[in-house]
C-alpha cells in the first residue's frame, strides 16, 4: 500500500472521529486526530488479527492506553468492517456499545477497560508476559499511549517490568501531541526527555515524525525486527492535525470540533474506505487446561496454623489439579505462602517485585488471555494497586487477589503493615466477592471455590497461627456463614470473621459460665452476605454483636447492618472494631488495646444484654 492510500486511510479516521464526536455533542476528537495516522498504518501494514474470531491464540492485541481516544478506535472500526456506519452515530449514546471510553464487557475487540490514564500501558505488559512466557504462540501486544500518562508512576513500573522481562513482543506507541487537559504536558514535544527515560529502564527507542506515514511504517518494522527488547515509538504529532482551527490549539480537550462540518471540508470529505487487516498465522489453542483431581491440605481439629500457610498449600494443590492457574506475588511470597506455589510450579509463578500496581496490572493482563490469575500482598498494600481494582472491576476481570497480614492481630509490626481498610475496598467494588476464614480449612475450600467465581474475588488471611476449629470435610459455600453455638435461650448473636472468630468463641464461653447464652456465627462470607442467617439470629435473639480486625466503616458491621436494609425492624446492634490507631505491641495486646478480644466483647454482651428490652 503506498503513501497516498496510508495518508487516505488516516484522513478517514479523522473525519470519523469528527462526526463520531458530533454526533454525540462530547468526545475526544482531537486527540484522536493526532494518532490517526499511526492507527491507519498499523492496521494497513503491520496489526495481525481476526476481528471475526478476536480471541484467535496468535491474533496480535491492542490496547488503547489513551482511553479516552475512542472516536479514532471507534474509526478504526468501522474502517476495517467491524461495525457500520450506523453503529458509529451511536457513539456515547443510551445503550450503546460504543461507550465514551472502551470496556471489553461491550466489545470483543477490547482487551481492557482504559480510561484511568496510566493503566494500558502496565496491563499491556501483563498480555505480553503472557505470551511470552505461557501462551508462546508469536503473537505481538500494541500498545497506544499519549504523552499527558507518562507523568503516571504506574508507566514506569510498567517500563521498567518490560525492560527486566525482555519482552520484545511488546511495542508501545506514544503519541506525543504536546498538549493535555488543561495546557501543555510537562516535556511537551521534546521527544528525547521521553526517550532517555525508556532507554534507563533498556528499551528500544524510535523517534519519528508521527504524520509521516512512510516513517511509521518503517518504525513498526524496526519494532519487529528487535529481539531482546520491548520498543517504544515516540511520535511527535499535532492535536487535532488537520484542522487548522483547532490543530496545535490548547482549550479544546474533550471537546466536538466547534465547526464540524467545515472540518470534515477541510479533510477532504466523507469516505468509505476499507482496510484490510492481515490475518494471523494458524496456531494451536492457548493453552490446554489441565484438569485433575483436587487434593487440598487437610487439618486435624485442634491443630495451630496460619490461614496464609493454608493458603499457600491450597494454591500449590489448585496449580497442580489445573492447568490455568498462575500466581503472582509483590516480593513478599515468603510471608503471603505464595512461595509454595513457586517451588511446585515455578514455570506459571511470576514475581513482581514491590510493585503492586504493576501486579494487578498483570493480573488484569492474563486473565484476558484466560488464565486464573492468584496475585498476593500484604493486605495493606492492596490500597495502593485499587485503582488498579477498580478498574478490573470495569474491565470484567476475573482476578483472585488475596491480602495478607491483615489487621492489628500482625502485632509489633505497627500500622503501617497493618490492613484495616481492605474488606471496604473490596465490598464496595461492582460484584466483588470478599471472603474471610478462620481457619485453615476453611481457606483450603475457600481458595479452591475462588477459582470458579466470576468477578474481582478478595481472600483475607492472617499472619498468626489459629486453632482449626472445622473438620476437611466441612463446606463452605460462598454467601454462606457456619452457626458455631446456637441454643434455644441465646440472649444474643456474635457475629465475627477470621482471627476474631476465636475471641467470640471465648467471649460466649465466658458468658455461658454467667448465665448468659449467646449465639456465635462465623460470617466467613462478607461479601455476598448471609441474609438469611443473620435475620433468623436477629429474630432469635434481637440483639446482635459484631466484632472485626478492621475499621468500623465498610467492614463486617456494615456488611451485617446491609442485612436489615429491606424495611424490617433492625435488631439492637453493637459494632466493635478498630477505631484507635494503633503502635506496636503484641497480637494479644493489639486486639485488647482495640477493644476486639474476648474480654472486650464480653464486657460488650453484658451491657448489650442488661439494657436490652425482654418482651
Known amino acids: 500500500m503506498n503513501t497516498r492510500q496510508l495518508t487516505e486511510y488516516a484522513q478517514q479516521l479523522r473525519v470519523d472521529s469528527v462526526r463520531a464526536a458530533a454526533a454525540a455533542h462530547s468526545g475526544h476528537p482531537t486527540s484522536s486526530m493526532s494518532a490517526a495516522d499511526l492507527m491507519a498504518v498499523l492496521l494497513a501494514h503491520h496489526f495481525r488479527y481476526d476481528f471475526e474470531r478476536p480471541q484467535h491464540p496468535a491474533g496480535d492485541r491492542f490496547v488503547l492506553s489513551k482511553g479516552h481516544a475512542t472516536p479514532l478506535l471507534y474509526a478504526a472500526y468501522k474502517a476495517v468492517g467491524a461495525i457500520n456506519e450506523t453503529e458509529l452515530m451511536t457513539y456515547r449514546k443510551l445503550g450503546s456499545r460504543l461507550e465514551g471510553h472502551p470496556t471489553p464487557q461491550r466489545l470483543p475487540w477490547v482487551e481492557t477497560a482504559t480510561g484511568s490514564l496510566g493503566q494500558g500501558l502496565p496491563v499491556g505488559v501483563g498480555i505480553a508476559l503472557a505470551g511470552k512466557r505461557l501462551d508462546r504462540t508469536g503473537y505481538r501486544v500494541w500498545v497506544l499511549c499519549g504523552d499527558s500518562e507518562l507523568a503516571e508512576g504506574s508507566i514506569w513500573e510498567a517500563a521498567e517490568h518490560a525492560g527486566y522481562e525482555h519482552l520484545d513482543n511488546l511495542v508501545v506507541i506514544v503519541d506525543v501531541n504536546r498538549l493535555g487537559q488543561r495546557g501543555p504536558t510537562r516535556h511537551g514535544h521534546s521527544l528525547e526527555a521521553y526517550a532517555r527515560r525508556f532507554q534507563a529502564f533498556d528499551w528500544?527507542?524510535?523517534?519519528?515524525?508521527?504524520?509521516?506515514?512512510?516513517?511509521?511504517?518503517?518504525?513498526?518494522?524496526?519494532?519487529?525486527?528487535?529481539?531482546?527488547?520491548?520498543?517504544?515509538?515516540?511520535a511527535r504529532t499535532l492535536k487535532g492535525k488537520g484542522v487548522e482551527s483547532v490543530q496545535d490549539r490548547e482549550g479544546l480537550h474533550g471537546k466536538p470540533l466547534p465547526e464540524p462540518d467545515e472540518a470534515i471540508a477541510e479533510l477532504?470529505?466523507?469516505?468509505d474506505l476499507h482496510i484490510e487487516v492481515q490475518p494471523p498465522p494458524a496456531a494451536r489453542m492457548l493453552h490446554a487446561v489441565r484438569t485433575g483431581h483436587l487434593e487440598l491440605p487437610r487439618y486435624e481439629i485442634g491443630e495451630e496454623v496460619a490461614t496464609r500457610d493454608a493458603y499457600g498449600k491450597a494454591l500449590a494443590a489448585l496449580g497442580a489439579a489445573r492447568g490455568d492457574i498462575v500466581a503472582l506475588d509483590g516480593e513478599v511470597s515468603d510471608s503471603t505462602r505464595s512461595e509454595f506455589f513457586a517451588k511446585e510450579h515455578p514455570d506459571r509463578f511470576f514475581e513482581c517485585y514491590i510493585a503492586e500496581q504493576q501486579m494487578v496490572a498483570t493480573a488484569v493482563g492474563m486473565a484476558a488471555r484466560g488464565w486464573v490469575p492468584y496475585a498476593s500482598t500484604f493486605a495493606a498494600f492492596f490500597t495502593r494497586a485499587h485503582d488498579f481494582v477498580r478498574m478490573a472491576s470495569v474491565s470484567g476481570s476475573g482476578l483472585n487477589l488475596v491480602g495478607s497480614h491483615a489487621g492489628v492481630a500482625i502485632g509489633q509490626d505497627g500500622p503501617s503493615q497493618m490492613g484495616l481498610e481492605d474488606l471496604a475496598m473490596f465490598r464496595s467494588l461492582h460484584g466483588s466477592t470478599v471472603l474471610y476464614p478462620c481457619d485453615a480449612n476453611q481457606t483450603a475450600k475457600l481458595?479452591?471455590?475462588m477459582a470458579g467465581l466470576d468477578g474481582i474475588r478478595y481472600l483475607r488471611t492472617s499472619r498468626g497461627a489459629g486453632p482449626v476449629i472445622y473438620s476437611p470435610t466441612e463446606e463452605f459455600p460462598i454467601g454462606g456463614s457456619k452457626v458455631l453455638k446456637a441454643g434455644d435461650h441465646d440472649r444474643l448473636t456474635l457475629v465475627a470473621a477470621g482471627v476474631?472468630?476465636?475471641?467470640?468463641?471465648?467471649?460466649?464461653?465466658?458468658?455461658?459460665?454467667?448465665?448468659?447464652?449467646?449465639?456465635?456465627?462465623?460470617?466467613?462470607?462478607?461479601?455476598?452476605?448471609?441474609?438469611?442467617?443473620?435475620?433468623?439470629?436477629a429474630e432469635r435473639t434481637g440483639c446482635l454483636v459484631t466484632v472485626e480486625d478492621h475499621r468500623e466503616e465498610g467492614g463486617l458491621g456494615?456488611?451485617?447492618?446491609?442485612?436489615?436494609?429491606?424495611?424490617?425492624p433492625v435488631p439492637r446492634l453493637v459494632r466493635l472494631a478498630v477505631r484507635n490507631m494503633p503502635g506496636s505491641a503484641t497480637p494479644a495486646e493489639q486486639l485488647h488495646t482495640a477493644g476486639?478480644?474476648?474480654?472486650?466483647?464480653?464486657?460488650?454482651?453484658?451491657?448489650?444484654?442488661?439494657h436490652a428490652v425482654v418482651p
Not at 558 to 568: C, I, Q
Not at 596 to 610: F, G, P, Q, T, Y
Request: no cysteine.
Open 558 to 568: 456494615d456488611a451485617v447492618l446491609d442485612a436489615f436494609l429491606d424495611g424490617r
Open 500 to 537: 476474631t472468630v476465636h475471641e467470640a468463641l471465648a467471649a460466649a464461653e465466658a458468658l455461658e459460665a454467667e448465665g448468659i447464652s449467646a449465639r456465635v456465627i462465623d460470617l466467613y462470607s462478607v461479601k455476598p452476605v448471609d441474609r438469611r442467617t443473620l435475620r433468623e439470629a
Open 204 to 234: 528500544h527507542t524510535i523517534e519519528i515524525d508521527g504524520h509521516d506515514v512512510d516513517a511509521i511504517d518503517r518504525a513498526y518494522g524496526e519494532a519487529l525486527s528487535t529481539s531482546g527488547q520491548p520498543t517504544v515509538i515516540l
Open 447 to 449: 481458595v479452591g471455590a
Open 268 to 271: 477532504g470529505g466523507v469516505r
Open 596 to 610: 476486639i478480644d474476648a474480654e472486650s466483647i464480653a464486657a460488650s454482651a453484658r451491657l448489650l444484654v442488661e
